[in-house]
């Protein structure tokens, strides 16, 4: 009974903490952009996995952060006397609004729904619909460039 009562203690002491964690971080959802004002021009931008996160020197005082993929990493920010501007953890998260996802069983599908509902391209769906949707959109990428099939 009382192990019982310590992982049910654990747990909700892990979940209470998580919001707190994850809000100290700075976010930004796969395939969207974050401006980033910085009070000083930028010399270095270290990214800690470019396949999480990217950024674009904007100009000297605007960073624009783009979501690549789910995960955490870090982004570091130098001046050009070598000061930290920025060095803070990243939350790549998904981007739900206007979307549904059909689940069967561990399959996922997912939809973008605005209003009609058409496949998309996402991160974590079944490799079968994954793949169906990426290929319609780069067929429709090639011939709308004046390509062909």
């Known amino acids: 009974m009382f192990r019982h009562h310590a992982l ?24 969207h952009a974050r401006i980033l004002k910085i009070d000083r021009p930028a010399a270095s931008v270290i990214i800690g996995n470019p396949s999480i996160v990217d950024i674009t020197v ?10 690549r993929s789910y995960g955490i990493t870090n982004i570091v920010v130098l001046d050009s006397d070598g000061g930290s501007i920025i060095d803070e953890e990243v939350a790549v998260r998904s981007f739900e609004k206007g979307t549904v996802r059909i689940y069967r069983q561990a399959e996922r599908t997912t939809l973008a729904c605005l209003p009609n509902c058409e496949p998309m ?29």
């Open 8 to 31: 049910v203690a654990t747990i909700l002491v892990a979940a209470t903490s998580v919001p707190a964690m994850a809000s100290e971080r700075l976010q930004v959802s796969v395939d």
């Open 58 to 67: 904007h100009d000297s005082h605007t960073l624009v952060l783009t979501g």
């Open 121 to 149: 391209v996402t991160i974590g769906d079944t490799q079968a619909a994954f793949s169906a949707a990426a290929e319609q959109f780069n067929t429709r990428q090639t011939i709308s460039a004046g390509g062909s099939q």
